[in-house]
């Protein structure tokens, strides 16, 4: 019986022992299970910050590309309204002539001598030709002088929508 004792008492330190043992590494254990928990959501958290940056910057990447297209568009419809310019202003420059010359003819010309083609006619017949020649005359004047007009003004339009693109694109360009 003593020996059961002996056993027993044996086991019994064994097993005290060994608990004392193990409550270490059980802490040991815990405490690291502890530190990955930690781990692991700090890394969620990290991952989930990258994937919100790779978000934005994905849209930034596409709203480059849209300012950048935007830009390419408007030079592309600045270089034409630069050259629509550049074809009125030749118009006008042959407009200019145009009415240049007829001015010098009319000097020229004067009001006397048209009223002495009117009053030499000989006959109605002769004054109503010589009123249609002059009619004819004074329509086509009338005419460059209009076409003068809507050159000018077209113009004028096309420079103020150039004017407007070109700050437009300036606008884009610094915000």
Partial sequence: ??????????????????ANETQPLLQQIAEKKT????????QRKALTALHHLNRNIKHLVGLKSRASNDAMTLHQQ????????SEIEDSLRLQKVRLADRLKVLSQ????QIMGLLLNSSS??????????????????????????????????EKEKLSRRALLKLRRHIF
């Avoid at 019986?1 to 060994?18: D, E, R, Y």
């Fill in 78 to 85: 600045l270089e034409g309204t630069n050259k629509e310019i």
């Fill in 109 to 112: 010309l004067g009001g006397s």
């Fill in 1 to 18: 019986m003593k020996m059961v004792f002996f056993a027993l008492a044996l086991s019994n330190s064994s097993i005290t022992w060994a």
């Fill in 124 to 157: 109605s017949a002769d004054l109503s030709r010589n009123l249609k020649i002059l009619g004819l005359v004074a329509q086509h004047d009338l005419k460059f002088i209009k076409e003068y007009q809507q050159l000018t003004r077209r113009h004028k339009l």
């Fill in 35 to 42: 530190k990955i928990e930690v781990d692991e959501v700090r």
